[in-house]
C-alpha cells in the first residue's frame, strides 16, 4: 500500500473510530461491568482473580480485562480509556486479514479490499467501539487459523515451526480470555483440512509444539488463580462450558437457525454479495486456500449453531473468511464486468437508508422519540441520509464506487451512539447521569443500587467497588453465595433495618433504575427527607446521615 494509502487508514481509523469514544455513555451490563472489573485490578493490584463490585466473579478468565485495564492505566478511567482496547484488537484483527489475502493473492489487491470490508461489517465495527470481550476474542481466534493455514504451507523448517508457536500463542490468549473455546475451534479447521489434503501425520507431529506453547503461556495465570481461588476452575468449566452450550437452561438459548438471518444482518452493508462470495467459494473448493477458508467458516459457524445458548457477538471470528472470500468474489466479479450484485446490493442500501429516514420522520410526527433533541434527530438523519446516498453510489457506479457502503457503515458507528434518544441514554447509560451528581454520590459514605448495571457504572464512577444491592442478584449470585459477599444484598424486608444502620453511619447514596412497577415499590421505600434527582427511568437519590 502506498504512503497515501496508509495516511487514508490512519485517518478513517481516527475519524470513524477513536474520536467517538469518549462521546457517549457506557452501556449496560457490558460495558460498565468490564469497565468496573479492570478498574478494580488498578486499584486493588489483583492481576489474577477477577472481582466485579469487590465480589468473586469467575464467567470470564483474566486476560480480557488485562487489555481493558492496560487501556485505562495508559489514558485514564474514562470512557476512552475503557474502549480502547477494543478498537487496537479490531485493527490488528483487520491487518490480519489484509495479510492473510496478501499471502493467498500476492499480484492482487484482494488484501486490501478484505480487510476493508471486514472493517466495514457492522458487527465488526460496531463492536469496535464497545468495551466487550468478543473483539479479542475474535483477534485471537482469527490469529490461530490464520497461524494454522501458514504453518500447513510453509516452505521452510524454521518457518513452519514458527507459525505452530504463533498457533499456540493465538490459542493461550484466547484462552486466557473467554475460555477453552480458543483451543477448540483452530482443531475444528484442522482436521478436515489435514485429512483432506493427506497431511494427518504433519499435524499429529507438529501440533503437539502448539499444544506446548500454548500450556507454557497461560499455565503461570492459571497455576495463580487455582491458588488464589481454588473453585474457580470448577465453577468456570461447568458454568461457562457446559451448561452455557449444552444445558438444557443454556443462557441465552436460541433455535439452531438463529445465526443464518444475523449473518446477513450483521454483515450489512455487504449483505448481497455473501451469496456470490460462497458460490465462487464452492465452485473453487478444490483450491487449497479456498477450502481452507470455507472451513474457517462453515466450522466455527455450525458449532456455534449447535451450541444451545447463542449471543450474537459468537460468530464474530467467521467473519475473518468471509471478508476474504467476498474479496476474492467481487474482485472477480468487476474484473469480469459481472456487476449485477454490485447493484443489487447498493440498491438494497439505498432502500434501507431512505426507509430509516421516513420512518424517523413518521415516528416523530405521530409519536415522538425524540423531545427538544434537535441535534440527535439531525445527527440520525445524517446517518440515515448517508446511507442511502452511498447505496445510490454504488447502484449508480458498481466498477469505480463499489467501496462506497463502507463509509455508511463507519458514519453510522461514529455517530448514532450519540443520536440516541435521551430517554434510552438514561436507560442504558446510566454513567451519564451519575456523572452529573458525581461529588455528591462520592461524598456518601454508603452506596446501593437495584440494579447490577446502575451499580457498576456507579462504581466505576465513583471508583469505589463496595456498592450494596437492593433486591437484586443476577451474574452475582455466586460471588454473593461466599460468606463475605453475603451481606452485600438487601432483600425488600431487610431494607428499612440496613437502611437505618447504614444512616447512622453516614449519608447514602443511592442509584435506582425505575422500570416497572416493583420498582416504584422499591422507590416507595425509600425515606422522605431525600434529596432526590430523577430524570426519564434513572434516579439519584442523596439520603442524609441520621440524626442521633
Given at each position: 500500500?502506498?504512503?497515501?494509502?496508509?495516511?487514508?487508514?490512519?485517518?478513517?481509523?481516527?475519524?470513524?473510530?477513536?474520536?467517538?469514544?469518549?462521546?457517549?455513555?457506557?452501556?449496560?451490563?457490558?460495558?460498565?461491568?468490564?469497565?468496573?472489573?479492570?478498574?478494580?485490578?488498578?486499584?486493588?493490584?489483583?492481576?489474577?482473580?477477577?472481582?466485579?463490585?469487590?465480589?468473586?466473579?469467575?464467567?470470564?478468565?483474566?486476560?480480557?480485562?488485562?487489555?481493558?485495564?492496560?487501556?485505562?492505566?495508559?489514558?485514564?478511567?474514562?470512557?476512552?480509556?475503557?474502549?480502547?482496547?477494543?478498537?487496537?484488537?479490531?485493527?490488528?484483527?483487520?491487518?490480519?486479514?489484509?495479510?492473510?489475502?496478501?499471502?493467498?493473492?500476492?499480484?492482487?489487491?484482494?488484501?486490501?479490499?478484505?480487510?476493508?470490508?471486514?472493517?466495514?461489517?457492522?458487527?465488526?465495527?460496531?463492536?469496535?467501539?464497545?468495551?466487550?470481550?468478543?473483539?479479542?476474542?475474535?483477534?485471537?481466534?482469527?490469529?490461530?487459523?490464520?497461524?494454522?493455514?501458514?504453518?500447513?504451507?510453509?516452505?521452510?523448517?524454521?518457518?513452519?515451526?514458527?507459525?505452530?508457536?504463533?498457533?499456540?500463542?493465538?490459542?493461550?490468549?484466547?484462552?486466557?480470555?473467554?475460555?477453552?473455546?480458543?483451543?477448540?475451534?483452530?482443531?475444528?479447521?484442522?482436521?478436515p483440512y489435514a485429512v483432506w489434503r493427506g497431511r494427518l501425520r504433519e499435524l499429529f507431529s507438529h501440533g503437539p509444539l502448539a499444544v506446548l506453547v500454548a500450556v507454557l503461556v497461560s499455565l503461570p495465570w492459571s497455576l495463580a488463580v487455582h491458588q488464589h481461588e481454588p473453585d474457580f476452575w470448577n465453577f468456570f468449566f461447568w458454568h461457562e462450558h457446559i451448561r452455557r452450550f449444552a444445558g438444557e437452561d443454556a443462557q441465552h438459548a436460541r433455535p439452531f437457525w438463529f445465526f443464518v438471518p444475523l449473518l446477513f444482518a450483521s454483515a450489512l452493508p455487504w449483505t448481497l454479495p455473501i451469496v456470490s462470495a460462497f458460490r465462487q467459494g464452492w465452485q473453487g473448493r478444490r483450491t487449497p486456500h479456498v477450502a481452507f477458508l470455507l472451513l474457517w467458516f462453515v466450522m466455527p459457524f455450525l458449532f456455534f449453531s449447535l451450541a444451545k445458548g447463542k449471543l450474537p457477538t459468537y460468530i464474530m471470528p467467521c467473519f475473518a473468511p468471509l471478508a476474504l472470500l467476498m474479496a476474492d468474489a467481487l474482485l472477480t466479479a468487476i474484473e469480469q464486468g459481472r456487476l449485477r450484485i454490485l447493484r443489487l446490493n447498493g440498491a438494497l442500501n439505498l432502500l434501507l437508508g431512505a426507509v430509516a429516514l421516513i420512518g424517523l420522520v413518521f415516528v416523530q410526527l405521530r409519536k415522538p422519540l425524540y423531545h427538544d433533541e434537535s441535534v440527535s434527530v439531525a445527527l440520525l438523519c445524517l446517518v440515515f441520509a448517508t446511507w442511502a446516498l452511498c447505496g445510490a453510489l454504488q447502484m449508480a457506479r458498481p466498477g469505480r464506487l463499489w467501496a462506497a457502503p463502507a463509509l455508511a457503515a463507519w458514519v453510522l458507528v461514529a455517530l448514532l451512539p450519540a443520536a440516541i434518544p435521551r430517554s434510552m441514554v438514561d436507560s442504558k447509560m446510566p454513567d451519564q447521569f451519575i456523572a452529573q451528581h458525581l461529588d455528591e454520590l462520592r461524598g456518601a459514605h454508603t452506596l446501593l443500587s437495584n440494579d447490577l448495571g446502575a451499580a457498576s457504572a456507579l462504581a466505576w464512577r465513583a471508583q469505589r467497588s463496595e456498592v450494596f444491592l437492593l433486591n437484586t442478584v443476577g451474574e452475582l449470585k455466586y460471588g454473593l453465595s461466599y460468606e463475605d459477599g453475603k451481606a452485600r444484598t438487601i432483600s425488600l424486608e431487610d431494607f428499612p433495618a440496613w437502611l437505618a444502620q447504614a444512616r447512622s453511619q453516614g449519608s447514602v447514596g443511592v442509584v435506582m433504575r425505575v422500570n416497572s412497577a416493583g420498582d416504584e415499590e422499591e422507590l416507595a421505600l425509600m425515606p422522605k427527607d431525600v434529596v432526590s434527582y430523577r430524570e426519564n427511568h434513572l434516579v439519584v437519590l442523596l439520603i442524609p446521615q441520621a440524626t442521633p
Open positions: 500500500m502506498s504512503q497515501r494509502g496508509w495516511l487514508l487508514v490512519v485517518s478513517v481509523l481516527l475519524l470513524f473510530f477513536l474520536l467517538p469514544l469518549g462521546l457517549h455513555g457506557l452501556w449496560i451490563p457490558d460495558e460498565t461491568r468490564y469497565a468496573q472489573v479492570s478498574q478494580a485490578m488498578l486499584q486493588t493490584g489483583d492481576w489474577v482473580s477477577p472481582h466485579f463490585l469487590g465480589l468473586r466473579y469467575f464467567e470470564k478468565p483474566i486476560a480480557g480485562y488485562w487489555l481493558v485495564a492496560i487501556s485505562q492505566a495508559l489514558f485514564g478511567q474514562n470512557l476512552f480509556g475503557v474502549r480502547f482496547a477494543s478498537v487496537v484488537v479490531t485493527a490488528l484483527s483487520t491487518l490480519l486479514v489484509y495479510w492473510v489475502g496478501r499471502r493467498y493473492w500476492p499480484q492482487s489487491n484482494k488484501g486490501a479490499v478484505a480487510a476493508l470490508l471486514y472493517a466495514s461489517f457492522a458487527l465488526i465495527a460496531g463492536q469496535a467501539g464497545y468495551s466487550n470481550l468478543d473483539p479479542q476474542f475474535t483477534l485471537w481466534t482469527n490469529l490461530s487459523i490464520a497461524a494454522l493455514w501458514f504453518a500447513f504451507e510453509a516452505d521452510s523448517r524454521q518457518a513452519r515451526l514458527g507459525y505452530w508457536a504463533l498457533l499456540g500463542f493465538g490459542c493461550a490468549m484466547g484462552f486466557m480470555t473467554k475460555g477453552f473455546l480458543a483451543g477448540l475451534l483452530p482443531v475444528l479447521v484442522a482436521l
